[in-house]
């Protein structure tokens, strides 16, 4: 099993910046990728970034430029700095992880609002 726990969202002006870390607790040796989605109200989930063991990345088209994923495989934390916010991307924040033996788990997310 693992856990994980999301901190650092919040409220932002657009045009402004936050960033985002989720710790992992547990099983945490078989985490291989680990990375952030968001859900809007009426909208899916999708994916905003991910980042494997071996750091490499994947973003989400929307936020290529603006957001970076960065990870600290001695502290079992990923993080996401995330600028330039638009209103749009008001949604749920989740961390994601998924272990070598194909299981998948996810934080109970946090709230990222942009807006004056």
């Known amino acids: 099993q693992v856990q994980l726990v999301e901190s650092g969202g919040g409220l932002v002006q657009p045009g402004g910046s936050l960033r985002l870390s989720c710790g992992a607790l547990?099983?945490?040796?078989?985490?291989?990728?680990m990375g952030w989605y968001r859900q809007a109200p009426g909208k899916q989930r999708e994916l905003v970034a991910d980042i494997t063991s071996g750091e490499s990345t994947n973003y989400g088209d929307s936020v290529k430029g603006r957001f970076t994923i960065s990870r600290d495989n001695a502290q079992h934390t990923v993080y996401l700095q995330m600028n330039s916010l638009k209103p749009e991307e008001t949604a749920v924040y989740y961390c994601?992880?998924?272990?070598?033996?194909?299981?998948?788990?996810w934080g109970r997310g946090t709230q990222v609002t942009v807006s004056l």
């Open positions: 547990g099983r945490i040796i078989d985490i291989s990728v």
């Open positions: 994601h992880a998924v272990t070598d033996s194909g299981g998948g788990y």
